[in-house]
């Protein structure tokens, strides 16, 4: 899951949960809602992770090794 569709997720939760004012039979959209914001963030924190490991920008660890002329 990418970051992109990660917010899209975090938002429609939040539409469902803070916006949509209708009751249905069976499906409580707020719960729907507030389900579809944490799998958002879960993917968002997943993705950040993932990519930030990955990020060429990132923490570099390099070896440099000189050789030692002998005189």
Do not use: H, Q
């Amino acid at each position: 899951m990418g970051i992109g569709i990660s917010i899209f997720l975090i938002a429609v939760g939040a539409i469902l949960k803070f916006a949509v004012d209708v009751t249905t039979d069976g499906v409580n959209l707020n719960t729907v809602g507030v389900i579809l914001m944490i799998v958002g963030a879960i993917g968002l924190l997943a993705s950040l992770i993932f990519w930030s490991s990955l990020s060429p920008y990132g923490r570099r660890d390099e070896v440099v090794v000189r050789d030692r002329e002998v005189l």
